[in-house]
C-alpha cells in the first residue's frame, strides 16, 4: 500500500530534550516536506526537500532540523524543544516532476507534540 | 509572497443540502495549482479536489466541485447532497510548480469547520 508513515503519533516531551520524528514514503517520491498545524494558521511549511541531499527551510525554520540521506526517510529533528512548538506535525511527499497528478501531496497521519 | 484565505471559519448544513465554501488567493503567478484538504477528526488529510490553474473547467468529483474564477483569485468548493461523513475541517491551498523557485510549497489557508446536521 503506497502510504507516507510517520512516528510517533503522539509525543509529550520536556523542555530542552532532544527529539525525532520519523517520516517515510514507499512511492520513490522525489519531494517531501514537513508542515505544523495550528488553530487559525492552518498548515505551515518547516522544511523540505526536492532530492537526496537536497534540503531547504520554508517558512517557519526556527528550532528545527532535517537531513535527507535516503529519499524515502526525512526526519524532523528538534534538538531542543520549547514550549512554543507544541503543534500538530505533518509529513507529506509528492512525485515532484510537476504538472497534473505528480503536483498531488501524500500525507502522513500526522504527529501530536507536547512540549512541557 | 502567496497568501490563502478562508473567511468563514465554521459552516454548518442540514444533511442532504448543498454548501459552498469559500477560499480566496493572492499570487503574481500565471501557473500554479489549487486544491481542497478534508481534515476529520482522525486528523488524516485527505485530498477532495485539484484544479489547474491553466485549465478553465472547473473539477468535479461526485458530489464535490469548485467554482474557479482565475481573474478574482477565487476557488470555492461545493458539496452537494452532504452526509454526516462530509463533517470535518476544510483546508484550501494553492502550490506553486516545483520548478519555480521554492517551487512546490503548499500554502494553506485557516480552514473551515463543516459540520453537518441530521
Known amino acids: 500500500e503506497a502510504q507516507v508513515t510517520q512516528n510517533p503519533r503522539y509525543l509529550i516531551t520536556v523542555t530542552g530534550k532532544k527529539l525525532t520524528v520519523t517520516c517515510s514514503q514507499n512511492?520513490?517520491?522525489?519531494?517531501m516536506s514537513w508542515y505544523r498545524q495550528d488553530p487559525g494558521l492552518g498548515l505551515r511549511q518547516i522544511y523540505y526537500?526536492?532530492?537526496?541531499?537536497?534540503?531547504d527551510k520554508g517558512d517557519v525554520p526556527e528550532g528545527y532540523k532535517v537531513s535527507r540521506k535516503e529519499k524515502r526517510n526525512f526526519p524532523l529533528i528538534l534538538e531542543s524543544p520549547s514550549p512554543n512548538q507544541t503543534s500538530l506535525y505533518f509529513c507529506?511527499?509528492?512525485?515532484?516532476?510537476?504538472?497534473?497528478?505528480?503536483?498531488?501531496?501524500?500525507f502522513g497521519q500526522g504527529t501530536r507534540l507536547t512540549v512541557v | 509572497a502567496q497568501t490563502v484565505t478562508q473567511s468563514q471559519p465554521e459552516m454548518s448544513v442540514q444533511e442532504a443540502e448543498t454548501v459552498t465554501l469559500s477560499c480566496t488567493y493572492d499570487?503574481?503567478?500565471?501557473?500554479?495549482?489549487l486544491f481542497w484538504y478534508k481534515q476529520p477528526p482522525s486528523r488524516q488529510m485527505i485530498l477532495v479536489i485539484r484544479?489547474?490553474?491553466?485549465?478553465?473547467q472547473n473539477a468535479t468529483e461526485n458530489r464535490f466541485s469548485v467554482n474557479f474564477q482565475k481573474a478574482a483569485k477565487s476557488f470555492s468548493l461545493k458539496i452537494s447532497d452532504s452526509q454526516l461523513g462530509d463533517a470535518a475541517m476544510y483546508f484550501c491551498?494553492?502550490?506553486?510548480?516545483?520548478?519555480?523557485?521554492?517551487?512546490?510549497?503548499?500554502?494553506f489557508g485557516q480552514g473551515t469547520e463543516l459540520s453537518v446536521k441530521p
Open positions: 507529506a511527499s509528492s512525485p515532484g516532476t510537476g504538472r497534473g497528478g505528480d503536483t498531488e501531496a501524500f
Open positions: 512511492m520513490n517520491h522525489e519531494y
Open positions: 526537500s526536492m532530492n537526496v541531499e537536497v534540503t
Open positions: 499570487t503574481s503567478e500565471s501557473d500554479y495549482y
Open positions: 484544479q489547474e490553474a491553466y485549465k478553465q
Open positions: 491551498a494553492y502550490r506553486t510548480p516545483f520548478y519555480y523557485n521554492q517551487g512546490g510549497k503548499l500554502i
